[in-house]
């Protein structure tokens, strides 16, 4: 970076009383790898959030059988009716055939 460059940034730049973050790193991590570990340590709420929020749209659409269901178990009971029974994520659902 040339100086001149260098000396615009310091004089942009202000005193501090205090830091909310402090972040370091080596200069041996690629960079890969410290973004995907940044990612995670501030945004991990956001993903798990995410994830759930799909999950649960995905289940629905099931529910609503605008999806196929992704799991199909057949069993037979005591009884000589054979029972379909489909199973998401979240809901345990039986049809009887």
Known sequence: MPERVRAGLWN?????????????????TKGRSKFLSLALQCGWRHIVLSWFLAVL??????LMDLLPSHT???ATGTSASLREMSRG????????V
Do not use: C, M, P
Request: glycine share 2%; no cysteine.
């Open 57 to 62: 749209f995905v289940e629905s659409l099931v």
């Open 12 to 28: 942009r730049s202000k005193q501090l009383d205090h830091f909310d973050v402090f972040l370091s790193h080596t200069w041996l």
């Open 89 to 96: 994520a979240f809901f345990g659902i039986e049809d009887d």
């Open 72 to 74: 199909q178990l057949k």
